[in-house]
């Protein structure tokens, strides 16, 4: 590649929002981003919130002559909605689900049942090999009291912790998807740190769309104008993010988003603005090191800030264990009392049962209830307290690594 | 290295069965195994089945001297059991928790409990960087009728992407654990055959202990006689593999395994026998093609035998959520049925109850119960059925790379 002239790729990145029977205009959209795909001819087009594998199936149809290699990755109760359509053939696929992903009672926000996860794809371009990461972090529901931080926390560090101990084979990393956060966030930084990975909006050549590279803007019609009220210019949460390992050097020449409506149509893509990145990669004149990127001595306080946030969210657990497990014990405390008196009305040692049988049925009905209920969740914190312990300990040894490598420096 | 004598590694793995109120003698054994261990001054010690953080702690106490690091993989509701004592300082650790392991209802069972997962730790010894993964898999309760035989076969295929994705910055892959497979089962062929590991018991130059090696032997008294009745020597389970990449090559000088007690003493270390390897490692007078071993024709028989049994799966999955689904809409419609019951006579249109209000309450009580449980273990099961599906789909794109490389050859 050294006489021949850089590889240039063209990178789609879009959340779909396509969720059947909720999202409005599903079939509309999914219709018009197969067309753009079709017409547009890019490389690699990652997409997520894809939950319907019809629609998938769709898409794929449609797209085999322009993208004949397709991935959907398979996780949760409904999909993980990640889905990649590539030129090139894909070599090989790996799934990474994070241990946590919120809650199965928030029904109302759902994110648990999609398994949430990180989707790796091994592609040769030219002869290049990259490593594609396409994923999709929990949600953001309320940035003031965002329960969800600490969950957050620990995904951005397993798909930073993921992508350095995956991508250590490849030519250059490529990672698209919404990532949930802002990019001055603990997440964010935390991953671009751990893992040198460049953002293309802050390294682009030049840029095209929406102001300060926002991918969910108040004039996107299908957003929550309510929501996006602190944010007049929008929030930017999806991402194109690279680098080129040892031999290889990648540059952003141009990205470009939508600016609420699908160019020359009259409706959106998605509730979010597709992200299109021209990346360039060069080879190098000179390999760099093995060593990787130098550490910043920055990182040290990013991951000190993020372990915070990881302890935080490890009190609240085990805040929630110890709710769960006192309510069961209250419920069994109940039922076996309740079982002790039907029992000695029974046996003729109490003729008159002081309660009305009904009333004394409905009780045990909401005990049984409630003792299943809060055992079942109490299962579900103790795991969750253990994942946020496990990540805090892992935490803890990559600052002693850190600050050692720093020292010897 | 060149010049230098080669590094020469003893490691201890065992699965310490250390589970607490339950496993005989086991803070006998636990101290006998820090002793040992202190006594030995091995280079690494890989233990399972240490459940108990307590345990883990009394360990790390004991041997803080002889062993400064060491790590405790956390996961599951009860800790992974997994934890590594080690010589040389631990550069990172990462911990991937397999998809699929058993169910939360087989309570007698109690894998699904234990967050069943793969840690790695990258270890630099004398230079060389070890990725050292410490494992155990779903057990095997019935060889004839084995219901976990799929869910095995999975974590065993994950297991074999997770060594293959994160060991290319290695020099040294290690891996060391109860894998609950026969050496001849398909879970270990696929094992090896994807990864290029080697088996210390096939290759080493001495080998001391148990008849063909073998872990889990009648002479130990802790082991169940009823279950080696078929195998009357034993069954070999507990594996040291290993494999050296690009400029490193690896032997196995030497394979010691207990044989039914721990040496000196009158009691076992565990019910599985410790397996002692003492590796050789030489550094490569010409450095390996990073293309990797040569691709085994065998291998694609492997991986159709493997997606065989993750296709069995399924179907018992599907069924299994099929049965779950209809449970829980009998049970919604019994309780809709109940509640329209209750309504008309308390509006006064059927003023005669037809049913004694006691068993009418307690059949809701029973109709809920039902309701609730199976609808969690619907959503259980399509979770498994999305898992399986996905290992399917991974493991035709798998034999379709592989087809290529074989037909490229």
Redesign the interface.
Same mark, same amino acid.
């Given at each position: 590649m050294d006489t021949e002239p850089p590889l240039q790729l063209r990178i789609f990145d879009l959340n779909c929002w396509a969720i059947r029977y909720l999202s409005k205009l599903r079939q509309e959209r999914i219709g018009l981003i197969g067309d753009t795909l079709s017409q547009e001819g890019f490389d690699l087009a990652l997409l997520q919130e894809v939950w319907s594998e019809r629609d998938y199936c769709e898409l794929k149809q449609k797209l085999a002559a322009h993208y004949p290699y397709s991935?959907?990755?398979?996780?949760?109760?409904i999909?993980s909605g990640l889905c990649v359509f590539s030129k090139y053939p894909?070599?090989?696929?790996?799934?990474?689900?994070y241990?946590l992903n919120g809650y199965?009672y928030m029904l109302q926000h759902g994110d648990w049942?999609c398994?949430k996860a990180v989707g790796?794809l091994v592609i040769k371009i030219c002869g290049v090999l990259f490593h594609v990461y396409v994923t999709h972090l929990h949600a953001e529901y309320c940035r003031e009291k965002d329960a969800y931080l600490p969950h957050r926390v620990v995904q951005a560090w397993e798909l930073a912790?993921?992508i350095q101990?995956?991508a250590?084979?490849a030519d250059v990393v490529l990672l698209g998807g919404d990532l949930n956060m802002h990019p001055g966030d603990v997440g964010i930084r935390l991953l671009r740190g751990w893992t040198g990975l460049r953002d293309s909006f802050a390294d682009t050549e030049t840029f095209e769309g929406c102001e300060d590279g926002c991918t969910l803007v108040p004039a996107n019609c299908f957003t929550s104008k309510m929501d996006l009220q602190p944010f007049p210019l929008g929030i930017r949460i999806d991402y194109v993010l690279y680098k080129g390992l040892s031999h290889f050097v990648v540059k952003c020449d141009s990205l470009v988003t939508t600016t609420g409506i699908a160019p020359g149509k009259s409706i959106p893509y998605s509730d979010h603005e597709a992200v299109i990145a021209t990346l360039c990669v060069k080879r190098r004149q000179e390999a760099k090191g093995?060593g990787g990127s130098a550490v910043e001595p920055e990182l040290v306080d990013v991951v000190n800030e993020a372990r915070t946030e990881v302890r935080v969210g490890l009190h609240a657990a085990e805040r929630q264990r110890y709710t769960n497990g006192r309510m069961a014990i209250l419920a069994l405390l109940l039922l076996l009392l309740q079982a002790a008196m039907g029992l000695s009305s029974l046996v003729g040692w109490d003729s008159q049962q002081p309660f009305p049988?009904?009333s004394f049925? /409905?009780l045990?009905?909401l005990a049984? =209830?409630v003792l /299943?209920?809060s055992a079942?969740l109490y =299962?579900f914190h103790?795991?969750e307290v253990?994942?946020l312990?496990?990540t805090e300990?892992?935490m803890r040894?990559?600052l002693q690594?850190l600050q050692d490598k720093l020292g010897s420096l």
């Open positions: 991935h959907y990755f398979k996780s949760g109760v999909g894909i070599l090989d696929t790996f799934l990474y689900q241990s199965p049942f398994g790796l912790q993921f101990h995956t250590k084979g093995l049988k009904f049925s /409905l045990s009905l049984t =209830v /299943l209920v079942v =299962v103790t795991i253990r994942m312990q496990g300990e892992q040894l990559a690594a």
